[in-house]
Structures are given as structure tokens and as C-alpha cells.
């Protein structure tokens, strides 16, 4: 990643200029939605999809399998803090931004399962008891010096029951795979769909095929 350290130092202003400045740019596809609701399955098809219509691309996933990726695994588990995990959240984002920026740059697709908004609606529920209302602006804040703005949030939208029965195979629940959290995680979802303009609302309690092209639908022509 050191080859990457100039490009993120840059920072997002020029990002957004680079974006409209050249064709050559990649766009970047973002899926969201509480566990459960099909985007590690989703993302993928929609990725294998570009690439069979001839666009290089890269399918990538939040928390990454880099270094902080492995440590905010660990920390799902292990850490007392909320604040502790989600600065881990925001450094393992920040790390993997500046390698989606280099993909972009190179003419590539980048198609992205979870990012900004995951932490901007499941840490603003865990740490509500901490900063109140303000959880939402002060993890805007510190996302903000480096995060990259999606062409597309495709939000998957589905009832936490719905999700859940869809994971119980997976096993034991995990920490944030809990009906009542996720009722409050999606709440939050809603209302980043309607503050960002890069957010698509899909049901995704639908079929799978249906999921999909609707997700397709969104691209370019
Ligand atoms: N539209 C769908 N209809 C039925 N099952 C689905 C659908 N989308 C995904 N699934 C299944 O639900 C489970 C969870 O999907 P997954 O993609 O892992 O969700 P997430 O990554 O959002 O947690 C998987 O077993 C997947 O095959
Ligand atoms: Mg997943």
C-alpha cells in the first residue's frame, strides 16, 4: 500500500475532480444493508455481471482482509470500547480507500460490499448511548478527510426477521445479528438514503434474479 500514500494524502477535493475531468475514471458501486439482506451475494453477481459486459473490475469488501481488517474482526469480539471499534472501522476504511482511489484511477469498476455507510448506521446506533443524536456528524467527521463518494449506494432493503432468517443457517448469531439492533441499524439506513443523493432504495426481500436486476438497472447505458 505505500505506493498508494500520495493519492490518499490528496484527499477527496481532488477526487471529485479527477471523477469528472477524465472518462478514464472507474466508477464505484457501494452495497449496503443490515446482515442478512444479500449484499456479499448480490455485489458479487453484479460485479461478474460488468465484467462479462467487458469492464474491468474489482470486487472488494468492508472490513477488508488487510491487516486492520483482521484487527477489527478481533475487536467485533474482544473490544470494551464502542469507540476503539469504530475508529478501527474508520482506519481499516481509510487504508482501503486509498487502494479503491488507485483502482479508479486506473480506468477500473470498483464494486464494494459495505463501506461508509455501514459504520454511519450501525455506530451511530452503538454509539448512541455515548454522543446522542450527534453519534451521526461526529462519524461523518471522521470519515470525511478521506472517504470516497460512491456513483451508486445501493441500499438492500429488507425486515430485520426476514434477514435473520436468512443468516440462521450461518450459526450462532453474531454480536450485531440481532433483531432489535438491526430494527434500529435500519432505521438508520432510511435516513441515509434520503440525505445522500448516491443512495438506490432495492427490496431486497425479493428474488435473488429480481435483486439483481434491479441493481443492474442502475447502470450507465
Ligand atoms: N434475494 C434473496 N432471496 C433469498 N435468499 C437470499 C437472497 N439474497 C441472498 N440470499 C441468501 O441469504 C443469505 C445471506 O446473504 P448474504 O449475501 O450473505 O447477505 P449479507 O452479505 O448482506 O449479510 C445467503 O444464504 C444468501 O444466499
Ligand atoms: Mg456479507
Redesign the pocket.
Known amino acids: 500500500m505505500d505506493d498508494n500514500r500520495d493519492t490518499l494524502v490528496a484527499g477527496p477535493i481532488s477526487m471529485s475532480i479527477a471523477l469528472t475531468a477524465s472518462s478514464q475514471v472507474g466508477k464505484f458501486y457501494v452495497f449496503e444493508?443490515?446482515?442478512?439482506?444479500?449484499?456479499?451475494?448480490?455485489s458479487k453477481l453484479f460485479a461478474e455481471r460488468l465484467a462479462k459486459s467487458g469492464r474491468p473490475v474489482e470486487w472488494t469488501a468492508e472490513p477488508t482482509s488487510g491487516w486492520i481488517g483482521e484487527q477489527v474482526r478481533r475487536a467485533n469480539k474482544e473490544a470494551r470500547s464502542d469507540f476503539a471499534e469504530t475508529l478501527l472501522y474508520v482506519a481499516d476504511r481509510a487504508e482501503h480507500s486509498a487502494q479503491i482511489r488507485a483502482w479508479l484511477d486506473d480506468g477500473r469498476d470498483v464494486v464494494c460490499?459495505r463501506y461508509e455507510g455501514s459504520t454511519l448506521a450501525y455506530q451511530s446506533v452503538t454509539l448512541r448511548p455515548h454522543l446522542g443524536p450527534k453519534a451521526l456528524e461526529w462519524l461523518r467527521t471522521i470519515n470525511a478527510p478521506f472517504v470516497l463518494h460512491p456513483d451508486v449506494t445501493f441500499l438492500?432493503r429488507i425486515d430485520p426477521e426476514t434477514a435473520m432468517s436468512?443468516?440462521s443457517?450461518r450459526g450462532e448469531a453474531e454480536k450485531f445479528e440481532k433483531v432489535s439492533f438491526l430494527r434500529k441499524v435500519a432505521a438508520m439506513y432510511d435516513r441515509l438514503a434520503v440525505e445522500d443523493l448516491s443512495y438506490v432504495v432495492i427490496d431486497?426481500?425479493?428474488?435473488?434474479d429480481e435483486?439483481l436486476e434491479a441493481a443492474l438497472s442502475h447502470l450507465p447505458r
Not at 444493508?33 to 448480490?42: E, R
Not at 431486497?204 to 435473488?208: F, H, P, R, T, V
Open positions: 444493508g443490515i446482515d442478512g439482506s444479500g449484499k456479499s451475494t448480490v460490499d438492500l436468512r443468516v443457517k431486497a426481500s425479493k428474488d435473488l435483486v
